[in-house]
T-cell receptor, first 112, second 117 residues
Framework: GNSVTQMEGPVTLSEEAFLTINCTYT??????LFWYVQYPGEGLQLLLK?????DKGSNKGFEATYRKETTSFHLEKGSVQVSDSAVYFC???????????FGKGTKLTVNP | ETGVTQTPRHLVMGMTNKKSLKCEQH?????MYWYKQSAKKPLELMFV???????ENNSVPSRFSPECPNSSHLFLHLHTLQPEDSALYLC????????????????FGPGTRLTVT
């Protein structure tokens, strides 16, 4: 079945540091890939997505590139801010499936 | 009110109680979802409704009973829960239920934090 593996947290960075959160997936066919963010006390919000190989999703300074050869969709940001502190979830939606499959989430804390 | 709202935001209940969680979406969507979010575990899809019909039941115990009276409202009725049912319950909606390769973005509510004592 489809599955998502993302790096265990928590991740703690200083403001303006570079962020990478690794995500790899297992799926048949050609899934669509997503990053969701959950700020404290809130529900999940879609951060970015990519629907085919080599697509790059980007939003709010975050980027992720759909790499079919390495089955990866790593999240990156060049300079994090305190306001980026949240839990980040990698997810996939299989091409023949009706369900979103989520990773366990990675908690990011950014200190001033 | 916009987006997806959930009430209550926090709920503490004993194992013999009966309570209900409510979700309302103001987006004109036709599909609604219940997820369970537990610490250190991936989000678990519990139920999916499309046009008020249940289309997915992910082997959820019968002590959880969903109800979708119309496309804007979704309930989760709870009875005789166990302490391990303590979690954040998230509701989501999407324009349609994704099928046939067409994927519709899901919009999430803030969740209900449930504690079973």
């Amino acid at each position: 079945g489809n599955s998502v593996t993302q790096m265990e947290g928590p991740v703690t960075l200083s403001e303006e540091a570079f962020l990478t959160i690794n995500c790899t997936y297992t799926a048949t066919g050609y899934p669509s890939l997503f990053w969701y963010v959950q700020y404290p006390g809130e529900g999940l919000q879609l951060l970015l997505k990519a629907t085919k190989a080599d697509d790059k999703g980007s939003n709010k300074g975050f980027e992720a590139t759909y790499r079919k050869e390495t089955t990866s969709f790593h999240l990156e940001k060049g300079s994090v801010q305190v306001s980026d502190s949240a839990v980040y979830f990698c997810a996939l939606h299989g091409s023949g499936s009706e369900k979103l499959v989520f990773g366990k989430g990675t908690k990011l804390t950014v200190n001033p | 009110e916009t987006g997806v709202t959930q009430t209550p935001r926090h709920l503490v209940m004993g194992m013999t109680n009966k309570k209900s969680l409510k979700c309302e979406q103001h987006l004109g969507h036709n599909a609604m979802y219940w997820y369970k979010q537990s610490a250190k575990k991936p989000l678990e899809l519990m139920f999916v409704y499309s046009l008020e019909e249940r289309v997915e039941n992910n082997s959820v115990p019968s002590r959880f009973s969903p109800e979708c009276p119309n496309s804007s409202h979704l309930f989760l009725h709870l009875h005789t829960l166990q302490p391990e049912d303590s979690a954040l319950y998230l509701c989501a909606s999407s324009q349609e239920f994704s099928s046939g390769g067409r994927i519709h973005e899901q919009y999430f509510g803030p969740g209900t934090r449930l504690t079973v004592t």
